[in-house]
T-cell receptor, first 117, second 115 residues
Framework: DTGVSQDPRHKITKRGQNVTFRCDPI?????LYWYRQTLGQGPEFLTY????????KSRLLSDRFSAERPKGSFSTLEIQRTEQGDSAMYLC???????????????FGPGTRLTVT | AQKITQTQPGMFVQEKEAVTLDCTYD???????LFWYKQPSSGEMIFLIY??????QNATEGRYSLNFQKARKSANLVISASQLGDSAMYFC????????????FGGGTRVLVKP
C-alpha cells in the first residue's frame, strides 16, 4: 500500500519562470488537497478536489496558481511567473470520503520544496 | 480571530515522561473534527489522532490521547512515556462543517525529548 507521492521533491527556479508539481494520492482516495507551508508555520490550505471536481480554492491563491485533477487520480499544481514569495513547501494530501472509519484524516505526501531565486 | 491557537512554541520533555501540548480552537459550527499531526525534521506530516465534535469519549491511539474539553474549546494532545523519536513539530488542526472539508492548522509546537 503506497502512500501519497509528490514530484519533484525539490525545485529551484528563477523568478518569473513557471513551475509544475505533481501529486499522486493513495489509490482509493477520492479527495485530494493542496497546502503550502512556509518555514516555522503550519500548512495553509490552497485548494481541494473531489475526484476531478475542484471544490474550493483559497482566497490566498492568486490567479498565477492553477490546479487540475483531470481524471480524478493524480493532480498538478502550476505556478506561473514565480515570485520569491512563492518559496515554500507545497504539500499534497488525500483522504477517502466517506470512509469506513467515520474519520476524515488526511494523509500527506513528502512535499515539494520550492525555492525561487 | 485565530481558528486554531497553539500557545507553546517549544517544549523540552524528559525521556519516559508525559507531555501535554495545548490547542484551543474557535468555530461556530456544531459539526467539526480535530486532528493532531507530527512533523519530524524530515518534513512529512504524520497523522496521529482524531476527535469528532460529537464523540463523547476522548480519543486514544497508543501513547497518544486527546483531552477534549468542548465547552472550553480545547483539544490538548497528551503523549505518554516520551521517546527520543517523539522530537518533532506537532500541529493541531480543525475541519469545520462536513466531513472531508479542508483543514486549518495552528502554528505548531516544537517538542524536544531529552535523554
Amino acid at each position: 500500500d503506497t502512500g501519497v507521492s509528490q514530484d519533484p521533491r525539490h525545485k529551484i527556479t528563477k523568478r518569473g519562470q513557471n513551475v509544475t508539481f505533481r501529486c499522486d494520492p493513495i489509490s482509493e482516495h477520492n479527495r485530494l488537497y493542496w497546502y503550502r507551508q512556509t518555514l516555522g508555520q503550519g500548512p495553509e490550505f490552497l485548494t481541494y478536489f473531489q475526484n476531478e471536481a475542484q471544490l474550493e480554492k483559497s482566497r490566498l491563491l492568486s490567479d498565477r496558481f492553477s490546479a487540475e485533477r483531470p481524471k480524478g487520480s493524480f493532480s498538478t499544481l502550476e505556478i506561473q511567473r514565480t515570485e520569491q514569495g512563492d518559496s515554500a513547501m507545497y504539500l499534497c494530501a488525500s483522504s477517502d470520503i466517506p470512509g469506513g472509519t467515520g474519520k476524515d484524516e488526511q494523509y500527506f505526501g513528502p512535499g515539494t520544496r520550492l525555492t525561487v531565486t | 480571530a485565530q481558528k486554531i491557537t497553539q500557545t507553546q512554541p517549544g517544549m523540552f520533555v524528559q525521556e519516559k515522561e508525559a507531555v501535554t501540548l495545548d490547542c484551543t480552537y474557535d468555530t461556530s459550527d456544531q459539526s467539526y473534527g480535530l486532528f493532531w499531526y507530527k512533523q519530524p525534521s524530515s518534513g512529512e506530516m504524520i497523522f496521529l489522532i482524531y476527535q469528532g465534535s460529537y464523540d463523547e469519549q476522548n480519543a486514544t491511539e497508543g501513547r497518544y490521547s486527546l483531552n477534549f474539553q468542548k465547552a472550553r474549546k480545547s483539544a490538548n494532545l497528551v503523549i505518554s512515556a516520551s521517546q527520543l523519536g517523539d522530537s518533532a513539530m506537532y500541529f493541531c488542526a480543525m475541519r469545520e462543517g462536513r466531513v472531508g472539508n479542508k483543514l486549518t492548522f495552528g502554528g505548531g509546537t516544537r517538542v524536544l525529548v531529552k535523554p
